[in-house]
């Protein structure tokens, strides 16, 4: 854990019924994939989800209605922040594992694409956020990583059970312009450092930084309500808008 305590969006992505196999027990909620992001400007542009295949997961009631899944040490932070059916007690209706998830469809905040899917990375921490983490190749490092891995390797696809339709219709699709780097930063410099796989943690890091930087202060939105306004403008704003519409919420740890 860190000092300083970290505040991060939570993007409820629904999942759509009906339900089987493991989250048959759920139909009749409303059942949200709930993923922590810092940036919360860059929902327009989400291609998929991402969730640990070996990650420990549970569905948690969060109120009369909402279910979020999420890990159980996210389900306790939540619940202290007043996010529990039973107060500062998560309660799991379902044990869940990453595989589970895998192919889930989703409707998520904002994105352009109507439906994404649950697809496996391998470098979700679980000590951090929800496990969960919402995909945006086009400005994430890690997620342009990741999402060529699926692209690339035939039998990566296989072995985690992804069909080619959730990973290769869909277009990346340009959100932020950021002028050192283009309208897709992340490529551009998974590009430029020569990035090979989702594994590379020192290039990655490098290409995180670089890109987060760079896309606060000089990145302005090319879509959205905020079109023309500088991503450190846009990001507040946006924010605001997803938790008063109830799509999104705060969370700390
Ligand atoms: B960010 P910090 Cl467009 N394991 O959201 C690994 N990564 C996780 C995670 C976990 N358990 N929980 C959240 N994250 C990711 C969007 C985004 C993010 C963009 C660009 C950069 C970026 C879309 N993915 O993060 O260590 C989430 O991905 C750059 C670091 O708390 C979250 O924001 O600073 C970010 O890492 C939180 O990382």
């Not at 990741?146 to 992804?162: M, W």
């Not at 780097?181 to 430029?192: I, L, N, R, S």
């Not at 606060?216 to 938790?243: C, N, Y």
Request: glycine share 6%; charged share 25%.
């Amino acid at each position: 854990e860190t000092v300083q305590p970290q505040e991060y969006t939570l993007i409820k992505m629904e999942v759509v019924p009906p339900f089987t196999g493991k989250l048959g027990p759920l139909e009749g909620k409303k059942v949200f994939l709930a993923a922590a992001t810092l940036r919360p400007e860059t929902m327009y542009g989400q291609t998929n989800a991402w969730v640990l295949p070996d990650g420990k997961y549970g569905a948690y009631e969060i109120n009369e209605t909402d279910v979020f899944i999420v890990t159980e040490r996210a389900a306790l932070n939540l619940a202290y922040q007043k996010f529990s059916k039973v107060p500062e007690q998560p309660t799991c209706l379902v044990e869940l594992t990453g595989y589970d998830l895998i192919g889930l469809p989703l409707r998520s905040p904002l994105s352009f694409n109507e439906i994404i899917y649950a697809l496996p990375m391998m470098t979700i921490l679980t000590d951090k956020g929800t496990g969960i983490v919402t995909s945006v190749p086009s400005d994430a490092p890690d997620d342009y990583m990741a999402l060529h891995d699926l692209r690339a390797k035939p039998a990566f696809r296989e072995k985690f059970g992804v069909k080619d339709e959730w990973v290769m219709p869909f277009e990346i699709v340009p959100i932020i312009n950021i002028p050192e780097f283009g309208d897709k930063a992340a490529e551009k410099v998974c590009m430029d450092l020569k990035i090979k796989s989702q594994n590379e943690k020192e290039k990655l890091a490098e290409a995180k930084r670089l890109t987060y930087l760079k896309g606060f202060i000089d990145g302005t939105m090319l879509v959205g309500d905020f079109v023309g306004r500088k991503v450190q403008e846009a990001k507040p704003l946006i924010r605001s808008k997803l938790i008063e519409t109830g799509e999104a919420i705060m969370y700390s740890e």
